[in-house]
């Protein structure tokens, strides 16, 4: 599947710094154009950087989720998450069914909710079954499938299967980037996985700090047209609006 290729070559290029291409074709029993193919789209993003028959891995990348963990990038930002945290959970009502997930930003809502009772949880990170795990009046489904330790997401076609068969009344998300065309992940596992869900939902919040603006990745999760809210912090340039349709409400979260 041409997603797990992607993810697999940043990968073996992250701990490789360099390959050979058709040394690539080889392992991954493609031709060579093919991963010229790959290549080109993780060099347009600036993730690597192709030579003659060769790929270098681009150390100094602008994206931070690459070569991080997760327990670094959930302390990036971390009064924007919080204040952003507190509107989106005003949302959440009592009987709801919610959809939250792998974002650090995510997390921080389920912190806030954890004290509620008759909701519905589906998680399709570890790290929010965990601290709901002990909520009894919660009830708690996790997606399962392939668990990718480095985002915290369990990904791949069990999970892609799960969230095709619920139904839940809003879903609480983020991207690594929004822009003009929508948001936007590096990871292309991930990025099919967060469209399911917001296909699965009736309402999309998107929950991102305000760096998260006017930059984007390699694959495209959602355009604006599933997007209901996005919540963000006081950091926001307004002339962001000018992208964002009228049909999406913004909310400004107060992190001063």
């Known amino acids: 599947m041409k997603e797990e290729r992607h993810e697999k070559l940043l990968t073996i290029l992250r701990e490789k710094k360099e390959a050979n291409i058709s040394m690539l074709a080889k392992a991954f029993g493609v031709t060579e154009m093919t991963i010229h193919r790959d290549l080109d789209k993780l060099q347009s993003s600036g993730y690597i950087e192709k030579q003659r028959g060769k790929a270098i891995y681009v150390k100094n990348n602008s994206h931070p ?50 004290d509620l009772s008759n909701i519905t949880v589906y998680a399709t990170s570890q790290n929010v079954c965990n601290i709901l795990a002990d909520k009894e009046d ?36 983020s991207a690594y980037g929004i822009s003009k065309n929508g948001l936007t992940d590096p990871f292309p596992l991930e990025a099919t996985i967060k469209n399911k869900i917001i296909q699965a939902c009736d309402y999309t919040v998107v929950v991102a700090t305000s760096d998260k603006f006017n930059r984007t990745s390699i694959e495209l999760v959602s355009d604006f047209t599933n997007i209901d809210c996005i919540i963000t912090d006081c950091g926001f340039d307004k002339e962001n609006l000018k992208y964002i349709p009228d049909s999406v409400k913004v909310i400004i979260a107060n992190n001063n």
């Open 65 to 114: 989720s690459i070569g991080y963990t997760y327990s670094k990038l959930s302390k990036i930002n971390l009064k924007e998450k919080i204040a952003i945290s507190e509107e989106a959970s005003k949302l959440i009502k009592t009987g709801d069914s919610i959809i939250f997930d792998n974002s650090s930003s995510a997390y921080q809502v389920v912190s806030k909710i954890k």
């Open 138 to 173: 919660i009830i708690l489904f996790s997606s399962g499938g392939l668990y990718s330790r480095q985002t915290d997401m369990y990904v791949g076609s069990c999970a892609q299967e799960f969230f095709s068969n619920i139904h839940a009344s809003k879903c609480f998300i």
